[in-house]
């Protein structure tokens, strides 16, 4: 069954702009992973936060874990349109390297 | 160029037809697994191997199989295709370090497949 669940389902901003989603999960965790995906291709790794960590930062990307509340944050700072993707969280919730993905959020970028 | 390399990109299968999605990666990675994409279901296990000789089942494993021979190779056999086999099939891998994960896992482009 799905773990981490994505919020929202989709997002539409201005180029420029900061996207903001969240990811919300069920049971505890190793790490959690964000994910892009283009249309038509594959995923593309993004960042890897360890369930000990709070905040971690890569490029134009901000994620932040609250392992209180079961939930994560994906922060991209001054969109671009190559930004237009959609983005997925994966929780890996034991030690057999199993990963649970979300539905994920679309994000489109207007120029 | 180093990576995950899934054959074919897409495939056209008939009711009760059998094939086998290839998949093979030249990283040296342990874990491979391989998900479907079902639009609104993001990603679901159907099946994944922690090394050669190793195999497990996912979420969703009715009506496929795998094998893990070798490091580089995780082939998925669909037996007997059904419409709802119907879906987008990724390929990842991955090397876990002490049992954990560095890095993400590294995916294929993916096979489209459709039953009719």
């Known amino acids: 069954s799905q773990q981490g669940e994505e919020d929202p389902q989709a997002l539409s901003i201005q180029e420029g702009e900061n996207a903001t989603m969240n990811c919300s999960y069920k049971?505890?965790?190793?790490?959690l992973q964000w994910y892009r995906q283009n249309s038509g291709r594959g995923l593309v790794h993004l960042i890897l936060i360890r369930s000990n960590e709070r905040e971690k930062h890569s490029g134009r990307l901000r994620v932040t874990l609250d392992t209180s509340k079961k939930s994560s944050s994906l922060l991209i700072t001054a969109s671009r349109a190559a930004d237009t993707a959609s983005y997925f969280c994966a929780t890996d919730h034991r030690r057999d390297y199993k990963l649970s993905f979300g539905a994920g959020t679309t994000v489109t970028v207007r120029a | 160029n180093a990576g995950v390399t899934q054959t074919p990109k897409f495939q056209v299968l008939k009711t009760g037809q059998s094939m086998t999605l290839q998949c093979a990666q030249d990283?040296?990675?342990?874990?491979m697994s391989w998900y479907r994409q079902d639009p609104g279901m993001g990603l679901r296990l159907i099946h994944y191997?922690?090394?050669?000789?190793?195999?497990d089942q996912g979420e969703v494993p009715n009506g496929y199989n795998v094998s893990r021979s070798t490091t580089e190779d995780f082939p998925l056999r669909l037996l007997s295709a059904a419409p709802s086999q119907t879906s987008v099939y990724f390929c990842?891998?991955?090397?876990?370090?002490?049992?954990?994960?560095?890095?993400?896992?590294?995916f294929g482009s993916g096979t489209r497949l459709t039953v009719v």
């Open positions: 049971t505890s965790i190793n790490n």
């Open positions: 191997s922690v090394g050669a000789g190793i195999t």
């Open positions: 990283m040296n990675h342990e874990y």
């Open positions: 990842a891998s991955g090397a876990p370090t002490r049992g954990l994960f560095s890095y993400g896992y590294t």
